[in-house]
C-alpha cells in the first residue's frame, strides 16, 4: 500500500510523539508497540533513570546505549517524510482556482481547495488533507534566570516553578514526587488555557455589542412611541374647547417626564455595558500577557475568575433587561363621554405600558387547594421602588380575601389564602399603576380525589396478572407505574391519560423505583435480588447487593452523602450502599418487634437533615432513626382510627417535608414530628392495601398512590 493511500486513514495527529507533541524524529518502537522520537526516550532515561512507556505504562530496563538499537518504525518515518515533502512544495494558491490549497491528490499531483475538491472526490483518488495551520513546531524554550545559559527544561506543577538541567531544587521535586512535566508540555497546556481564555472574553464582548444594538434599536422605538402619543394628545386637544387647554399641558408634562425616565434608564444601561466592555477589553489585554509565562499561572487563574464573574454579571442583566422585553411607552386614551367626563378624567388618562413591577412568569398563573396558602412574587425594575404595593384578592360573586405584602431586597411577595373557585390578584404601586403580570389568576381547586386510573393490565404486554406496587415522577414530568414483580412500566401524564409502554430491556422484575434526578433510576429487582442503576433508556448502568439482598423493596437515595437505602422485606432490615461503587456501607435494624428491630419493612424516606423514617409493615409503625442508624423514637404507631397506621406499605415526604404514610386502607398526612394532620382519602374512595407514593405537584398539592390490591392508580389533592 503505498503513502499516499496509508495516508488518508491517518489522522495529523497520529504523525506526532505524545510526549513532546511534535512530529516524530527518528521514531523508535518499543516492544509495546508504542513509537515515539529518540531524543524523547533519552530525555525520560535521562531524567528517571529508566523508561516506561506513556501509553501503557509498561516499564523497560535499557540502558542510554540501547535506545539507539531500537527497531525504528519505518512506516512513520516514510509518511512524516512524505507529509514533509508535499508541504514543502505545497504552492500558495489551489491548481484548479485562486484559492488556498487544503487537499493533495497523489495521483494528479494536484493541490486543491475545499471548493474544488469535492468534485474531485468523484474520481476514487487517494487524497491527503494538508495541515494548512502548521506553524513552527519547534517551539524556542526560555532561558533559566538563575542559569541564563541554559533552557528551561521542567515545570513542577505542585511548586509552580521551571528548573533547567542545573537547577538542583527540581531534583527534591522529584525526591517528594511532585508533579514534574517538560516544559514544553507546560508551555503548551498554559497557552490552550490562554486561547481558550481569550475566546471566553471575545464571546462576552459580542453578546455585550448585541446588547448595545438591541438597547439603541429600542431607544429609536421608544421614541417614535414617544411621538405617536404626543400627536395623540395634540389632535385631542384641537378637538376640544379651550377649557381644557390647562389639562393638556399638565399631561404634556407628565409625557416628557416618563420620557426623561425611559432616557434615564437607557442611558444608564448605556453607561454599563460601556463600562463592561472596557473590562473585559483590559483585562484581554492582562491575559495575553501571560502568553508563554506559566509562572503567571495564579495571575490567568484570576483573570478568569473576573472573567467569569463578568460573563456571571452580563448575563444577569441580560434576564433582567425589562426594556428588551417590555417597553415602558406611553399609551393615550381618549375620553368618549366628554361632557360627562370632562370633570373627572379631564382629555383622557396618561399610562405606561410595562411599569417598574413586574409579576415573577411562574407566578402569573397559579393552581393550589382548599386551604393551601400561596405567595406571588412581585420584583422591582427599578433602582428606586416608586412605593409600596397593594393587592386585592376577589372572585367574580364579589368576594374578597385577605392579602399581606411583604419587602425584602428588591422584592414584594404577596401572600393569601382563599376558597375553592376562581380568584383573581389585582397588584398596583404607588402610583395606583398595575403591575406587569397583574391581575394573577389563582384557581382553588377541591380537596381529595381527582382521578382515578383504572385496568392497569390492559395498559401491559407483560405479567398481566401482576399487580401495581409503585409510582414515580419522571424526569419529564409524568408518572411512571411499577407492578409488582413485572418488566413493564407504564407512563401517564399528570392528569391521568396515558403516554408510553416501557419494557425494561433487561431480564427483571421491577418493584420499587426511585429517580436520581441526573436521567438516571435505580430499581429493585426481584429476579437476581438486588437494585440496578439504569440510564434513561433503562439499560443496566450497575447493581447493589447481589447475593446479600433477599426481597428488595423500597429504596431512596441521600444525594449529599451519595448514600442508597434498600428497605429488604426479607432480611427485616435497611441495607446502606455506597451509590457510586456500589459498596456495603452498613446496615439499619434486625427482625424483631422491640423499637429499633424491623419486621419485613417496605419503604424508606429523608429528611433533609438525614433522618430515616422507615414503614415498619409487619410491626405497624413508622419508625425514626438518626444520620448515624440510632433510633430516635416510633414516630407513628399502630391502629386502624385516624392518626395510626396498620400494615404501612409507602411513606414519602412532600416539599415541606410533611410525612404522607400509605397503610392497609388510607392516605393520611403528618407533620416531621409524626403529628396528625389529616387524612388525604374519603372511606368511599376504596383505597385497598396502597403501596407506592409520589408527590407530583406542589401547586397545587397534589400525590398520587398505586392502589395494590384493586390494581389501579389514585391521584389526590391534599
Not at 395606583?432 to 381527582?450: D, M, R
Request: aromatic share 6%.
Amino acid at each position: 500500500m503505498s503513502a499516499e493511500t496509508v495516508l488518508t486513514f491517518f489522522d495529523e495527529k497520529d504523525l506526532e510523539c505524545s510526549i513532546c507533541l511534535k512530529r516524530f524524529t527518528d521514531p523508535k518502537a518499543l516492544e509495546c508497540l508504542h513509537t515515539y522520537c529518540l531524543k524523547c526516550l533519552q530525555y525520560l532515561m535521562r531524567k528517571h533513570g529508566k523508561i516506561r512507556c506513556p501509553k501503557c505504562c509498561k516499564a523497560y530496563t535499557l540502558k542510554n546505549d540501547d535506545l539507539k538499537h531500537l527497531q525504528c518504525n519505518e512506516t512513520i518515518r516514510y509518511l512524516v517524510e512524505f507529509v514533509e515533502k508535499i508541504e514543502s512544495e505545497k504552492p500558495e494558491t489551489c491548481s484548479r482556482c485562486e484559492d488556498r490549497p487544503q487537499h493533495y491528490c497523489s495521483e494528479c499531483e494536484m493541490y486543491m481547495c475545499r471548493q474544488c475538491i469535492q468534485q474531485h472526490k468523484t474520481e476514487n483518488h487517494s487524497l491527503y488533507t494538508l495541515d494548512t495551520d502548521i506553524e513552527e513546531q519547534g517551539q524556542d524554550l526560555p532561558n533559566c534566570q538563575n542559569h541564563p545559559d541554559k533552557k528551561l527544561e521542567d515545570y513542577c506543577r505542585t511548586c509552580k516553578l521551571t528548573a533547567c538541567e542545573d537547577c538542583k531544587h527540581i531534583v527534591r521535586c522529584y525526591r517528594n514526587q511532585h508533579k514534574v512535566i517538560p516544559m514544553l508540555t507546560a508551555l503548551n497546556e498554559i497557552n490552550q488555557t490562554v486561547i481558550e481564555t481569550m475566546k471566553t472574553a471575545e464571546e462576552i464582548k459580542g453578546k455585550l455589542n448585541e446588547r448595545l444594538d438591541v438597547i439603541t434599536k429600542e431607544k429609536s422605538d421608544s421614541e417614535s412611541d414617544f411621538s405617536f402619543s404626543r400627536t395623540a394628545i395634540e389632535f385631542q386637544e384641537i378637538t376640544i374647547i379651550k377649557k381644557v387647554k390647562q389639562e393638556t399641558k399638565i399631561m404634556m408634562a407628565n409625557l416628557t417626564h416618563i420620557y426623561k425616565e425611559k432616557g434615564n434608564i437607557i442611558d444608564r444601561e448605556v453607561k454599563n455595558i460601556e463600562s463592561k466592555l472596557t473590562q473585559v477589553t483590559s483585562l484581554m489585554d492582562s491575559i495575553k500577557k501571560t502568553m508563554n509565562k506559566p509562572t503567571e499561572t495564579e495571575n490567568l487563574a484570576s483573570y478568569q475568575t473576573i472573567i467569569n464573574a463578568v460573563r456571571n454579571a452580563a448575563a444577569a442583566d441580560e434576564l433582567d433587561q425589562s426594556f428588551a422585553k417590555t417597553r415602558n411607552t406611553p399609551k393615550f386614551i381618549p375620553s368618549q363621554k366628554l361632557v360627562d367626563l370632562m370633570n373627572h378624567e379631564g382629555i383622557g388618562r396618561l399610562i405606561t405600558v410595562g411599569g417598574v413591577y413586574k409579576v415573577n412568569k411562574e407566578d402569573e398563573n397559579i393552581s393550589v387547594t382548599k386551604g393551601q396558602p400561596f405567595s406571588v412574587r412581585v420584583s422591582s425594575q427599578a433602582e428606586n421602588d416608586v412605593g409600596p404595593l397593594t393587592a386585592t384578592l376577589s372572585n367574580s360573586l364579589g368576594e374578597k380575601s385577605a392579602t399581606e405584602v411583604a419587602h425584602k431586597k428588591g422584592e414584594y411577595t404577596v401572600t393569601g389564602r382563599c376558597k375553592e373557585g376562581d380568584w383573581h390578584m389585582d397588584i398596583t404601586d404607588g402610583d395606583k399603576s398595575h403591575v406587569i403580570g397583574s391581575p394573577v389568576s389563582i384557581k382553588v381547586e377541591a380537596l381529595g380525589l381527582v382521578n382515578t386510573i383504572d385496568n392497569i393490565s390492559e395498559y401491559k404486554k407483560n405479567d398481566k396478572r401482576q399487580k401495581v406496587i409503585d409510582v414515580v415522577l419522571d424526569t419529564d414530568g409524568c408518572m411512571l407505574v411499577s407492578s409488582c414483580n413485572s418488566k413493564d412500566l407504564i407512563k401517564f401524564d399528570q392528569s391521568g391519560c396515558f403516554v408510553s409502554k416501557i419494557q425494561i430491556p433487561q431480564r427483571v422484575k421491577v418493584n420499587r423505583m426511585h429517580q436520581l434526578g441526573n436521567g438516571h433510576m435505580v430499581y429493585s429487582d426481584y429476579v437476581d435480588k438486588c437494585v440496578v442503576m439504569c440510564d434513561n433508556q433503562y439499560h443496566e448502568i450497575q447493581t447493589f447487593g447481589k447475593v446479600l439482598l433477599q426481597k428488595p423493596d423500597g429504596i431512596t437515595v441521600n444525594k449529599k452523602t451519595r448514600m442508597l437505602y434498600v428497605a429488604d422485606r426479607e432480611c427485616h432490615c435497611v441495607f446502606k450502599f455506597n451509590i457510586d461503587d456500589g459498596s456495603l456501607l452498613g446496615k439499619i435494624g434486625s427482625e424483631g418487634s422491640k423499637p429499633g428491630q424491623m419486621k419485613t419493612p417496605m419503604d424508606i424516606a429523608l429528611t433533609k437533615d438525614g433522618h430515616v423514617f422507615v414503614a415498619d409493615c409487619d410491626n405497624s409503625r413508622i419508625q425514626m432513626f438518626d444520620a448515624n442508624d440510632k433510633l430516635i423514637k416510633i414516630l407513628i404507631g399502630y391502629g386502624e382510627e385516624d392518626g395510626k397506621v396498620w400494615g404501612p406499605q409507602g411513606i414519602i415526604l412532600d416539599m415541606d417535608e410533611n410525612i404522607i404514610a400509605s397503610s392497609n386502607h388510607k392516605l393520611q398526612l403528618f407533620d416531621q414530628n409524626g403529628k396528625f394532620i389529616k387524612r388525604i382519602d374519603n372511606k368511599d374512595d376504596w383505597l385497598d392495601v396502597p403501596a407506592g407514593i409520589a408527590v407530583i405537584s406542589q401547586r397545587p398539592r397534589r400525590v398520587v398512590v398505586a392502589n395494590h390490591r384493586a390494581n389501579n392508580v389514585k391521584i389526590f389533592n391534599y
